[in-house]
């Protein structure tokens, strides 16, 4: 069984910086993509960035330049780099795994920039 825990939110000025991390639990198959969404209240869950198992990586136009997706394949982990942290940013953000037709979600790890 597959499970995925982020870590990594918290409050954060604006200009500021996280970086978020998903630990990867269980087996998955040779060929996946991880991505990392977002949601905050109100709105639909969004599109951020996403890693396949090759190691392309491709980011939205919203985030690109400030944000950058990476994995560790030792560690199991997938991390999201933002920088530049602005109000709009908070939201509840969230890791998402993509294999063999199947998608697995994390629980979530709250963002806030305060302004």
């Known amino acids: 069984q597959v499970q995925l825990v982020e870590s990594g939110g918290g409050l954060v000025q604006a200009g500021g910086s996280l970086r978020l991390s998903c630990l990867v639990y269980?087996?998955?198959?040779?060929?996946?993509?991880l991505g990392w969404y977002r949601q905050a209240p109100g709105k639909k869950r969004e599109f951020l960035a996403r890693i396949s198992s090759s190691g392309w990586a491709l980011h939205d136009a919203s985030v690109k330049g400030r944000f950058t997706i990476s994995r560790d394949v030792d560690k199991n982990t997938l991390y999201l780099q933002m920088n530049s942290l602005k109000f709009a940013d908070t939201a509840k953000y969230y890791c998402?795994?993509?294999?063999?037709?199947?998608?697995?979600w994390g629980q979530g790890t709250q963002v806030t920039v305060s302004s």
């Open positions: 998402n795994l993509a294999s063999d037709g199947v998608d697995y």
């Open positions: 269980g087996n998955i198959f040779s060929t996946f993509t």
